[in-house]
């Protein structure tokens, strides 16, 4: 699959270089964070497709609003994120990393991976990023939170804790990711000769709704399990999560008939 030309290439180096600047002085990323948002939205945006890097925005804003909302109770309770919600290059790479691989094979379009494919991996990728973020920052306001696996009553921003407050906002960060996502991939006009797009059926939206929320109960259980006892830290425990929804979505697609759906 070609590069785009020169003039969509100089859009998306303006606009990551735009948004990552501003999201370091804006305190939402450290230098090295916006170093790495930058490298993630320039491949994902070269690889993958313009609207992909759009999407992409739309999951940094709303993570954004999700960090800073109640921020001050947050930092009361000792669970905000960083000093003031910032995050750096391995909060990063660990919801990253999975999307721009995917840009990558989608890129690369070949018959196992083709392009009506791609952008329904990618949905249900950042679908799990966000479902995950949100129930995180929303969640942890939570009082009543228990451990995923054993039911233990624990403290908010426990690893591994969950709670009703939580799961409903994994449930509706999957929704309306997966929404949004399809909005902007089923309506993306052609450009530069690749168009990335997703499968006519409307029903297989459900799949990135379901990824999402499972992927987020993949992190609660790796964080209670593994991330608690020192295996892992947290930003394996997000690239693990991210990167086996995208392998679910895929298996779900190609199961109910073993062909590709075009």
Excluded at 104 to 122: D, K, N, V
Excluded at 161 to 166: M, Q
Excluded at 201 to 221: E, K, M, R, T
Aim: net charge positive; aromatic share 10%.
């Amino acid at each position: 699959m070609p590069f785009p030309p020169p003039e969509i290439t100089a859009l998306v180096v303006l606009l990551c270089g735009v948004l990552s600047a501003l999201a370091y002085v804006k305190n939402v990323l450290t230098w090295d964070g916006s170093l790495a948002a930058f490298l993630v939205g320039l491949l994902i945006g070269v690889l993958g497709h313009f609207t992909w890097l759009l999407l992409l925005l739309f999951f940094l804003l709303s993570s954004f609003a999700a960090t800073r909302y109640r921020f001050a109770l947050k930092e009361a309770l000792g669970v905000q994120e960083g000093r003031r919600g910032e995050r750096r290059a391995s909060n990063v790479l660990a919801n990253g990393l999975a999307p721009v691989f995917v840009a990558g094979l989608a890129f690369l379009e070949t018959p196992w991976f083709p392009r009506s494919l791609s952008g329904l991996i990618y949905i249900s990728v950042l679908a799990v990023a966000g479902a995950d973020t949100i129930a995180s920052e929303i969640g942890v306001l939570s009082p009543n939170a228990y451990l995923f696996v054993t039911g233990r009553k624990v403290p908010p921003g426990t690893n591994g804790a969950v709670s009703v407050l939580g799961q409903l906002c994994a449930l509706a960060a999957a929704l309306y990711t997966a929404i949004f996502g399809w909005v902007f991939l089923a309506l993306n006009p052609p450009a530069y000769g690749f168009v990335v797009t997703v499968p006519a059926n409307a029903a297989l939206l459900a799949i990135p709704v379901a990824v999402g929320f499972i992927g987020c109960q993949i992190d609660s259980l790796l964080g209670e399990t593994l991330e608690r006892r020192g295996y892992i830290g947290k930003t394996t425990v997000n690239l693990i999560a991210t990167s086996v929804g995208g392998v679910i979505a895929y298996v779900l697609l190609w199961a109910p008939t073993g062909v590709l759906p075009a």
